[in-house]
């Protein structure tokens, strides 16, 4: 038992910052992007090493074009502000981390992909636009500050969420309770097919033995019919020319990607990459795509060969695409019904299709128009807990909604919904954004 941190370490201040609200009727409050953008301004005026970590790959391109942009206007280089996130080059990644450890670079702005298991030196502050999710990953990315004996410095800025809001305004919760317990499912079948790949690399499996699941056999046979394994006398065997872990994504249950290529002056030159399942959200035809402070329009998006033609612009706006999602219940495992609403829990298929996307102006963060994506619907198998109103309450609200129309039962689901999706990540050890709701009638 290792109960004493022998680090260097030391005195740490932790802010949490609530932006002022603008608008008491609607409870606005200041932006979020361009209240940590002016906070760490000043820091970087007084040359204070700094990590700022953003809830979503487009608002951590954002707050890197708010950051350069600063800069430019003060007459310093760029360079000293550099963003990170998945889709980043590796060759561009190392660059990136060898520039924080030499302290050549001053700030980076970074989804949650610099919380750990990278070495980027010893930094001074940490901004954190928006409550990552969990208490364990708030600590996790405050302390990316203060990794000597120096003082630091964790700011947390709240959205306008109402988890951050309940966050930011009960900090004994905060403080008081114990970091969550990492939760994980051995028997989901993407991780379980990839970690038998990787074992049966290291040695063959024998007919009859145990890797603490049910679903070896199977999935050994699947192997097989794939040409990764080969049996001979009850022994599987690897037998694929290509080294395991190259198929497999620590951030992802896909390695399907697809590049983004730069085509200005007519030169084509990949620039960046991206998981097929974010492809409908950020690289449609008609996109702006951010890169490290560039701006990039999609001109082609060659979905057969997972390809992306992008051309360097210079826009007074960033695109933000909307997206529809339906469901399908394939099977019910487990069903209850309590407080005339059925509990339910089984397979389902889930279509999400983008349908449009916006273009939102810089600073303003204003709406100034809006395209059509044409992308086919994604599909996922998996599983899901839903509430269902029993068949009486349902006829009763129904019947009020007819004789009253000021009563909308469809707006008092996706209320529901809306509360459901703040409310679960305070009990469920997950990322608020891997939760979504869908409210039908």
């Known amino acids: 038992l290792v109960d004493n941190n022998g680090s260097p370490q030391g005195e740490k201040h932790f802010l949490f910052y609530n932006p002022p609200v603008i608008n008491k009727e609607l409870g606005i409050r200041k932006s979020l992007i361009k209240e940590v953008a002016r906070f760490v301004a000043y820091f970087l005026n007084y040359n204070i090493q700094t990590i700022i970590f953003a809830r979503s790959r487009l608002t951590t391109e954002v707050l890197t074009s708010y950051l350069k942009d600063f800069l430019a206007k003060t007459g310093r280089s760029k360079d000293i502000v550099r963003g990170y996130r998945g889709g980043y080059l590796p060759n561009l990644r190392h660059e990136i981390e060898k520039g924080l450890k030499e302290g050549e670079i001053k700030g980076v702005v970074s989804t949650n992909a610099l919380e750990l298991g990278i070495d980027i030196g010893q930094l001074d502050a940490c901004f954190m636009a928006g409550y990552p999710g969990t208490i364990s990953s708030t600590w996790q990315q405050a302390g990316r500050a203060g990794r000597r004996s120096n003082s630091s410095i964790a700011i947390l800025v709240a959205s306008s969420n109402p988890l951050d809001q309940f ?147 210079k826009v007074n706006y960033y695109t933000d695409a909307k997206t529809e999602t339906n469901i399908k219940v394939l099977d019910v495992f487990e069903k209850s019904e309590e407080l005339n609403m059925e509990h339910a829990y089984g397979e389902v298929a889930i279509t999400t299709v983008s349908t449009c996307y916006k273009k939102i102006k810089f600073y303003t963060h204003e709406n100034i128009g809006f395209g059509e994506i044409s992308l086919p619907p994604e599909e996922m198998h998996t599983t899901a807990y839903w509430l269902a109103l029993a068949d009486d309450s349902r006829e009763l609200l129904k019947r009020l909604e007819s004789e009253d129309t000021s009563f909308n039962l469809s707006s008092g689901l996706l209320a529901l919904s809306n509360v459901l999706i703040n409310v679960v990540p305070l009990y469920v050890m997950c990322d608020p954004q891997d939760i979504r709701a869908v409210s039908e009638v």
């Open 167 to 313: 966050v930011i305004n009960h900090p004994d919760y905060f403080f008081g309770e114990s970091p969550e317990s990492a939760v994980i499912d051995p028997d989901n079948l993407s991780i379980l097919v990839s970690h038998i790949r990787c074992a049966s690399f290291e040695l063959p499996f024998e007919e009859g033995e145990d890797f603490g699941t049910k679903k070896l056999r199977d999935v050994l046979e699947y192997l097989e019919k794939e040409g990764v394994l080969h049996c001979v006398e009850k022994k599987w065997y690897w037998m694929s020319e290509i080294y395991p872990t190259e198929e497999i994504s620590l951030r992802s249950a896909s390695v399907d990607n697809f590049v983004i290529i730069d085509t200005t002056d007519q030169q084509e030159q990949v620039i960046g990459e991206m998981d097929k399942a974010s492809v409908p959200t950020l690289i449609y035809e008609g996109a702006i795509y951010l890169h490290e402070g560039e701006q990039y329009a999609i001109h082609r998006l060659d979905y057969q060969n997972q390809k992306a033609y992008a051309e360097k612009v």
